[in-house]
């Protein structure tokens, strides 16, 4: 069962990357603002990735993608190396680039390749520009940050501009279910760096293409329900049965019924009965609790825990599954984010700050105390939906971001 809290051992504080009292134009000249980075040739790489389809559960289909990203990875010059998958999901891909400060703490740039959508999506939702957007499953969440940050690394190499750290680039198979997986691998990948940068999609604004990033994330907790009835037959003994599905459908009303400002609880996924002529003996469903602050979360993990059958002739069973623990603002994601907000403007975007719900992987690097800034993908929207797309207008000005950063922290 994944912990809470992050052991104390991995619990860390760097000096800010960008102390708070230097103002912005104390910053030095960033050359990396000013690579020539081209929207149609991001895309036209681009689309091959969104193209290769990857959903969480197929393992296969992650680790084309992985394989992908491999090559384009290496074909940059990154010694690339494959981390082996377990629990039944993909591998995972890490890529140190040479530096001349060799192994010192570097940035890492952190991100998943896994999606929500399952193989056959492209048939509904083909890789296709309209109207300033460009759609497909997978684009905003998080295959287009994913490749934009890779896109900085090309450009920064084209124009001989050295990273101001090493850089290590970690792919992941499984964050779209709570990275049960690899929870182990980014911690101790990130305790080697300095920096942790993750382009998942950016926040999205009313003040143009920059947007803005994340530098806190709530809490999650997943949980595993199963309800137990009595079989019976549906048509002659209906009666002497007890439905599990009966059962699982008023625990999920109580359930999202427990919803206030301080907790949210939602059912996301139930799988119950095997004939529709019997009472169905088992149901299963999958529930999420995510908080703003780690109390309120431990509070929701209780209450979900106590929850009891509606009747003595039915069982309920509540496990906890993966959490991720709570990233709250401090001082570490504050520098780091007032450096990118220096990029910005001399860019002329102001950069807002946030947190946000839905977890990241930046949960984790978070929680650990290591300076991670978060949101740093492609402005879009619809991720997770049939409708799933991203803004053209961002490319440029995020993967100069992007590239400011790898130049300048």
Known sequence: MTQAFTPARHRRRLPDPCPKDRAVDAIPANPALDLPFDAEAILGRLRPWVECESPTFDAAAVNRMMDLAARDLAMLGARTERIAGRMGFGDCVRARFPHPDGDAPGILVLAHLDTV??????GVLPFRREGGRCYG??????KGGTLLAVEAIRELARAGIATSRPVTVLLTPDEEVGTPSTRDVIEAEAARHAVVLVPEP???TDEGPMGGVVTGRYAIARFNLRTTGRPSHAGARLSDGRSAIREMCRQVLAIEAMTTEAATYSVGVIHGGQWVNCV????DAE??????????LDEAVERMLALKPSAPDVLLDVRRGVTRPVWEPDGAAMGLHERAQALAARLGHPLPHESAGGGSDGNFTGAMGIPTLDGLGVLGAGYHTLGEYIREDSLVPRAKLLAGLLAGV
């Open 117 to 122: 959508h399952p193989v056959g999506t492209l």
């Open 137 to 142: 499953p997978g684009i905003c969440d998080m």
């Open 202 to 204: 950016g926040r999205p």
């Open 280 to 283: 169905a003996t088992h149901c």
């Open 287 to 296: 529930a999420l609790s995510m908080a703003k602050r780690q109390a309120d």
